[in-house]
């Protein structure tokens, strides 16, 4: 079973970037697609990011394609987002997200069994 923590959240200005790691322990972090998945007060749990077992696969919602980049290193069993330019509207807290039978692409919350406590980010105008 994976353990999943992630850090880097804080305030940054629109236009700003900001990169979210996300360290996962107790498991074959291969072995489990990724995802990023904000929440904002009061919305339900949306999808932005998620990357394939060996990395060479992205996928990305409208909202992020452009301005979010996910990358993976299995090596570190690390996954991070990269936000460039985010907006006032990207705020929220920020899930990492794990799963082991996800079919390509997993974007629904329900398909991923694993979680972190997340890291807010807010991002001011």
């Known amino acids: 079973q994976v353990q999943l923590v992630e850090s880097g959240g804080g305030l940054v200005q629109a236009g700003g970037s900001l990169r979210l790691p996300c360290a996962a322990s107790?498991?074959?972090?291969?072995?489990?697609?990724m995802g990023w998945f904000p929440q904002a007060p009061g919305k339900e749990r949306d999808f932005v990011a998620e990357i394939s077992r060996n990395g060479g696969n992205v996928y990305y919602a409208d909202s992020a394609r452009g301005r979010f980049t996910i990358s993976r290193d299995n090596a570190k069993n690390t996954v991070n987002i990269q936000m460039n330019s985010p907006k006032p509207e990207d705020s929220a807290h920020y899930y990492c997200a794990a799963t082991v039978g996800g079919m390509w692409p997993a974007k629904k919350s329900g398909e991923y069994n694993y979680w972190g406590q997340g890291t807010q980010v807010t991002v001011s105008s």
């Open positions: 107790g498991g074959t972090f291969s072995r489990y697609l």
